[in-house]
């Protein structure tokens, strides 16, 4: 619960409408203890009476009545009308949502009918018809209120429930022999209740204007019983003459609508898991920045990347994703990056042009050479101009990336156009081309493919002819080839060791596979716990790795053949990055640790090899891991 109040209270407005509406519930609770004149005794000798006048702080209604009285004990029933009728909507849209959702079928599309006739009529003139056919009163205004909500309780929980009722724990507890009714109440339910209370914190300020209104037109709470909209309405006669008894009541009605409107976006947020990593706003359209000194440049080359820092600040903890990282990239040349889940590769390549969602993702230090042009902290005019047309992007999930909605010609002809103003015939000409440079038949028939239509190797390639469609220098590839089959991952990196030579393209080519490294990078940089421990050309890792991580990972490859040696696997975890060790992060791992490995910062050391190594006694010998 503390956590909750902590996320509620980085929203600004919704911990400004949590306090005014806090202080407004108080007033409504303490009204019956305030030494209030009696909100229903009429005093015609003192009728208007203005605000501030002696014994009237805001002055009289027509009657001579207080209207500060009047204005309290019409606020707490308001209120308590709202809220009551909030909560009976809720409980009824919602059972009636679960029982649907869950059921299907049948009884799914008889009740759902049902509902879709009561949204069919037009909510306050049901809501009219409702008080009509049982006369006018405050109970039969609340009844109203709450029956023409509950459509869209129900409508919102049954389609949630619909996809909670194929989950496969929901098929467990069945297997467990349990009855549906405990099923709804221990597996279900507790999955709804989040979005039936943001649903109960949107829609409680709209019950508390819809009573407000039944009252205004006099079928709510009858003379002399006051509430805000009663108020309202018998003060519409002096609107003119006296426009304080109708502004009191007004002002009120608007300070609870928005107080609860700000605090219910506010609750939808803090419950939101996606966004409980202390972000309640959406992502900024760069990494925000927030460094030191910046590094020079150490040598020309098209993209240099100079101590990297990037960190990830979630409440008061402080994850350093990438802990000082130095790459270079020439054109022509491929860069393999390697390394664990977890080990900061594609924190890297996101930080290169500002991808990485702030908050909260910060950069705290280094500098990215493109062309001897700083990238960080650029302007965002800048960066955008360069991304996708001088640095170019391929994602691991191509599914995800591309939209369902559209087709795969319709998003490559917009990736062309957002930087190159160009007739719409002739960016689907420049697509076609674009979809047979990366091999796929058929084109012209293809273009106007979904990307659900395709394979997965076909979607992998619409990803890559997206990143060429504007031709640029560096192609970041973020383990394109991770979920496809070995036959297609071949194709897709014969591809790109095809472009790569035609185009002179540089690429950072992001894996876990030694063999995807062996077939297509020129260098490698091994990565651990946010730091690159080993780097330089590919064929002298391969053969005689350094780092004791590296030797153990290309053990850890399954070897084709005899079965000449056991397949190894390396001891313990990966450090958490919000508390690395000192020293060397792969100690505790390490059969070579020392004393010495565990004190002070471990730097890069150049080996006669050729070769970079954090460590303070690299292996010497030719690896048995070697490929």
């Known amino acids: 619960m503390s956590a909750f109040f902590k996320l509620l209270a980085r929203n600004r407005l919704a911990l400004a409408g949590l306090i005014v509406m806090g202080a407004v519930v108080l007033l409504a609770l303490l009204t019956p203890l305030l030494p209030l004149a009696n909100p229903d005794v009429t005093d015609l000798g003192n009728r208007f009476k203005p605000p501030l006048s002696e014994g009237a702080l805001l002055g009289t209604d027509h009657l001579g009545r207080d209207l500060l009285s009047r204005l309290m004990w019409g606020t707490r029933l308001s209120l308590a009308v709202g809220f009551a009728a909030a909560i009976i909507a809720a409980t009824l849209g919602a059972a009636i949502g679960i029982i649907a959702g869950f059921y299907g079928g049948r009884t799914d599309n008889v009740i759902m009918r049902g509902v879709d006739m009561l949204m069919a009529f037009p909510y306050i003139l049901l809501a009219l018809a409702i008080v009509a056919a049982l006369g006018p009163g405050l109970l039969n205004a609340l009844i109203a209120v709450a029956a023409v909500n509950i459509p869209f309780f129900a409508r919102n929980i049954r389609g949630i429930t619909v996809g909670i009722a194929h989950k496969e724990f929901v098929d467990a507890a069945r297997l467990c022999g349990m009855t549906d009714t405990r099923i709804i109440v221990g597996e279900v339910l507790p999955n709804v209740i989040p979005v039936i209370v943001i649903a109960m914190s949107t829609t409680v300020g709209w019950m508390i204007l819809e009573t407000a209104g ?30 304080h008894t109708s502004i009191v009541p007004g002002a009120m009605i608007l300070v609870i609508v928005m107080a609860i409107n700000l605090l219910g976006d506010g609750v939808r947020d803090a419950l939101d898991p996606r966004l ?21 440049p150490k040598r020309n080359a098209l993209l240099s990347v100079q101590g990297l820092e990037t960190q990830f600040h979630v409440k008061n903890r402080i994850y350093r994703a990438v802990g000082g990282v130095d ?17 900061g590769k594609s924190v890297t390549a996101l930080s290169i042009m500002g991808l990485v969602a702030s908050p909260p993702g910060v950069i705290t230090g280094g500098a990215v050479y493109y062309k001897g042009e700083d990238l960080i902290g650029a302007p965002y005019e800048q960066l955008r101009s360069l991304r996708g047309r001088r640095v170019a992007y391929i994602f691991q999930d191509p ?30 000409a420049r697509a076609i081309e674009l979809l047979k440079s990366v091999r796929i038949p058929n084109a012209d028939q293809r273009i106007d493919s979904y990307p659900h239509e395709m394979s997965g190797g076909m979607r992998q390639r619409v ?33 790109l060791d095809d472009l790569r030579r035609d185009r002179g393209l540089a690429i ?48 850890c490859v399954p070897e084709l053949g005899q079965g000449r040696r056991e397949l190894a696997a390396i001891p313990g975890l990966p450090p958490v990055v919000d508390a690395l060790p000192q020293g060397c992060a792969f100690a505790d791992r390490c059969h070579k640790v020392q004393d010495e490995c565990r004190i002070g910062d471990i730097g890069l050391r150049d080996l006669p090899t ?4 954090r460590c303070i006694a690299p292996e010497t010998t030719v690896s048995e891991a070697a490929l």
Not at 420 to 426: G, S, V
């Open 214 to 243: 039944l009252s205004f037109l006099g079928l709510g709470s009858q003379p002399p019983q006051a509430d805000l909209g009663s108020m309202l309405g018998e003060a519409r006669s002096a609107l003119i003459t006296n426009p």
């Open 276 to 296: 409980k990593s202390g972000a309640l706003s959406r992502p900024m359209p760069t990494t925000r920045v927030e460094r030191g000194a910046v590094p020079a």
């Open 327 to 343: 790459l270079t990239v020439e054109p022509g040349e491929c860069l393999g990056l390697i390394g664990e889940s977890g080990s």
């Open 399 to 428: 599914l995800a990336t591309l939209h369902p909605l559209y087709t795969v010609g319709d998003q490559l002809i917009e990736a062309i156009r957002a930087h190159h103003p160009t007739p719409r015939a002739e960016a689907r």
């Open 463 to 495: 990803g890559i002819a997206m990143a060429l469609a504007n031709d640029p220098e560096v192609i970041i590839a973020d383990e394109p080839t991770t979920a496809l089959d070995v036959t297609v991952q071949a194709q897709i990196l014969s591809l």
């Open 508 to 555: 950072i080519f992001i894996t876990h596979d030694f063999g995807v490294v062996a077939q297509l990078c020129d260098r490698v940089a091994v990565m651990y716990a946010g730091r690159i421990v080993e780097e330089g050309p590919t064929k002298a890792i391969l053969n005689r790795p350094a780092h004791p991580y590296t030797a153990k990972l290309m053990a």
């Open 610 to 613: 050729g070769t970079r190594v």
